[in-house]
């Protein structure tokens, strides 16, 4: 059994309590924290919560151990977490590459921190687009070296690990969050993950999910909610933003939202991004093409860049506005 200690809260003065009770303890740090670990079961939860210092109890018969004690840190070169809002952005298909060379250069300018673009594409329709598949890789390659903004790009099969070799962060799609077998190839290439949840999946598949990464040796995941499958059809998915707080007391990852796929439609996209970082995202994910109109797939959701630009500027006053009254782990 563990103990997470609050913020801010040194390991001394509660080892030395619970020593004195002849409970063996010893202190580790988690994230930006630090956590006991109890020798031995059999403690009472009450006793140990009525110490001031600690937050929560992580027990030992979690289903996912690696995930609840994950403890290391995110390594992205322009971003630094707890201080700024994390940007993901880019169009939801790569199209075209001057097109691609051109927004990732606006995008950059802009302050984001990742250029993500689909190469190849998991569409619902065999009839639809299906994505440009290695020369959009190649593009994505090309953008990222000559423009440095690292990238984020889907990746649906382990066949095409090879062609992923310079993508610097592998995303798993929400149709593939439980397909266990790419997740345990993917973890194993040690790369960073963005996860997103299955529209059908609990938290804890999603969690368990992660575990396979982890397991498997991704350093690090980002969690990212991207709308459940409800009765209601206004928008395209129902965007959980309670799964954000929900989440954040499981585990130190990183829990980001893509209010793109949520929404369907341009129009939300604001509004649940803005609510998903009210909740304690820790960043975003969002859909940005030049020409939405004439985009090649979910043409309803992407943002101009002008429209972006909006959501950046306000997502990130409150994020600021936020971060003063954080108690929670972000
Ligand atoms: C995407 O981000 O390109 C995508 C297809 O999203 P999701 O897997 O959430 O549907
Ligand atoms: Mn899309």
Redesign the pocket.
Known sequence: MWLLLRMDTPPDGILKALRSLAIEAQAHRLGNRWAIELQGNGYLPEMLLRYEEVERILPDDTPYPLVQRWNGSVELPSWKRREKLLWIAGP?SVENKAQLLSLAQDLKSLGVHVL?G?AF??RTSPYSFQGLGEVALEWLLEARSLIGLPICV?ILSEKHLPLYEQVDIL?I???NMDHYWLLKEVGSTQKPVLL?RNPQATIEEWLLAAEYLLLHGSPWVLL?E??IRTFERSTRYMLDVGAIPVVQRQTLLPVIA?P??AAGHWRYVEPLALSAVGAGAEGL?V?VHPDPLQAQS?SAQQLTLDQFILLYQRANALFSARLGHLTQPV
């Open positions: 939801c993500r689909g594409k998991a889907e995303q799609g929400a149709r997103k990212c991207r709308g893509d793109s796929h994910i859909e979910d």
